[in-house]
């Protein structure tokens, strides 16, 4: 059985080993990236079955990843944002552009986990 792929992007470094390994335990293949620009380039090269995106990150932001892949790249596939509480404008805004599931931070990653079966299978 293929591996599925998953991008990550997110700028913090010590959630992203964290969620890294805890996706790569479930047997899915992370590519991970520190930034949206970053992101763009993983997503372009891999092809990927699911993205998860941070909404705040440097250089581009998580909603113009979104905007990236739905309109340049016209892909649909499944994007699960994540953001920090009291941001509920850029969660709509997500939505708007295409996201597929939100994630306010902190949240578990085991529910993380359940989310991105769900949207996988």
Known sequence: MVKKKIVLAEDNSTLSLLLKFRLEKEGYN??????????????EAEEPDLIITDIMMPFISGLEVI???????????????????GQEEMVLKAFNLGANDFMGKPFSPNELIIRVKRLLN
């Open 67 to 85: 905007s990236h892949v739905r309109l340049k790249f016209d892909l649909d596939t499944p994007i699960i944002v994540f953001s920090s509480a």
């Open 30 to 43: 992370l590519f991970a990236a520190v930034d949206g620009k970053e992101a763009l380039q993983l997503i």
